[in-house]
């Protein structure tokens, strides 16, 4: 199986210091649909990974998020792809979760959903704590300049993680060492 993890705000969709709070403001990237409906097509699982602590501070409820992902599913659909699982972390940054990122929970999630190993599977997102994630489950961590990305470069990167302007670059150099093999 062919799995690539995304996290959302900043990888799929702009992100916002005042958080998505409604499907209004789920604005996706310029790319990041197009690149999951290429990837899907091409016969990879795409998962989503998301930390949403606006739900435990409550600026929105699991409704608002559900319709948010329906939208990003939808709009997946439109361009010919499929997405797969999306898990959430719903907890605090202080609520003492084991699923909320930097923490490895939720990809854990995903392999026992899919069955998998994580192993050298790639994890993109835009935050250290998806980077900490990544590593601690051993998945290639990928780091893109959107979103939160160029703020985490700044700070300096582990060594061995890859950068990409977004997810639509990212997509493309999946898609060139596919079609190398």
Known sequence: MKLLILDRDGVINEDSDAYIKSVAE?????GSIEAIARLSQAG???AVATNQ????RG?????????????????????GGQLGLIVHCPHGPDDGCDCRKP?????????AHYGVELAGRWFVGDSPGD??????????PVLVRSGKGERTLAKGLPDGVLVFDDLAAVAAHLLA?????
């Open 177 to 181: 060492v596919e079609a190398d093999r």
């Open 44 to 46: 990879w699982t795409v």
């Open 53 to 56: 602590s606006g739900l435990a």
């Open 103 to 111: 923490l490895p929970g939720l990809l854990q999630q995903i392999a």
């Open 131 to 140: 980077i900490a994630a990544a590593r601690a489950v051993g998945c290639q």
């Open 59 to 79: 600026y929105y409820d699991e409704a608002t998020l559900e319709a948010m992902h329906a939208r990003l599913r939808q709009l997946v659909a439109e361009q």
């Open 26 to 30: 789920w604005i996706p990237i310029p």
